[in-house]
Nanobody
Framework: VQLQASGGGLVQAGGSLRLSCAASERTFSNSVMGWFRQAPGKEREFAAVINWSGDRTIYKDSVKGRFTISRDNAKNTAYLQMNSLKPEDTAVYYC???????????????WGQGTQVTVSS
């Protein structure tokens, strides 16, 4: 499975960005999708996850109410809508997937290349 993340960029605090993650396989519809991020000098951390059908999600506490994860199985694509961005959201954002009907936040098998999000104050 190949994942292609896109949509990152430079935005001012309070602004919005929408990340996309396109998957290469039809098995996407049976897979959980997660977004993770890694800030400079820090370990990669979980941000959001959505189950295979798109009706269940989990968010990191610090992004709840600001980020929304979604997916379109017909397009093999997942999204992360990020609103009210803060400088502390600056990181490389990665999408990841695994064949799982649950909502795991660890143990992902396939990773995208990452897209840089920079939020200026």
């Amino acid at each position: 499975v190949q994942l292609q993340a896109s949509g990152g960029g430079l935005v001012q605090a309070g602004g919005s960005l929408r990340l996309s993650c396109a998957a290469s396989e039809r098995t996407f519809s049976n897979s959980v999708m997660g977004w993770f991020r890694q800030a400079p000098g820090k370990e990669r951390e979980f941000a959001a996850v959505i189950n295979w059908s798109g009706d269940r999600t989990i968010y990191k506490d610090s992004v709840k109410g600001r980020f929304t994860i979604s997916r379109d199985n017909a397009k093999n694509t997942a999204y992360l809508q990020m609103n009210s961005l803060k400088p502390e959201d600056t990181a490389v954002y990665y999408c990841a997937t695994k064949l799982d009907k649950g909502l795991p936040i660890v143990g992902y098998d396939y990773w995208g290349q990452g897209t840089q999000v920079t939020v200026s104050s």
